[in-house]
């Protein structure tokens, strides 16, 4: 089985930084995108940064220039930098990856979440 288990977030002040991270573990054959969503009290889930291997990563409008999305590859984690946060980043955040196992080729798995809280 796979999972997918995020760490970093916190309560921080406005224009402050935190970095999340994602570590996806178990019997991995491939990982194909691994990424970040977010979702607010009240509101959908929506996507904050992708990044597919071998290709171009993709950000929300609202965090280009603020927030960046890496790789390691070969300890299969993901991590998202934020800088500069605003009261309106204030939600949980989701890891999400499109891994293939060897009894399960492409199937997305979901982190638990992790809060962030953007306050002063």
């Known amino acids: 089985q796979v999972q997918l288990v995020e760490s970093g977030g916190g309560l921080v002040q406005p224009g402050g930084s935190l970095r999340l991270s994602c570590a996806a573990s178990?019997?991995?054959?491939?990982?194909?995108?691994m990424g970040w969503y977010r979702q607010a009290p009240g509101k959908e889930r929506e996507l904050v940064a992708v990044?597919?291997?071998?290709?171009?990563?993709n950000y929300a409008d609202s965090v280009k220039g603020r927030f960046t999305i890496s790789r390691d590859n070969a300890k299969n984690t993901v991590y998202l930098q934020m800088n500069s946060l605003k009261p309106e980043d204030t939600a949980v955040y989701y890891c999400n990856a499109f891994i293939s196992t060897m009894a399960r080729p492409y199937n997305e798995y979901w982190g638990q979440g992790t809060q962030v809280t953007v306050s002063s």
């Open positions: 178990g019997s991995i054959f491939s990982i194909h995108v």
């Open positions: 990044m597919p291997s071998g290709g171009s990563t």
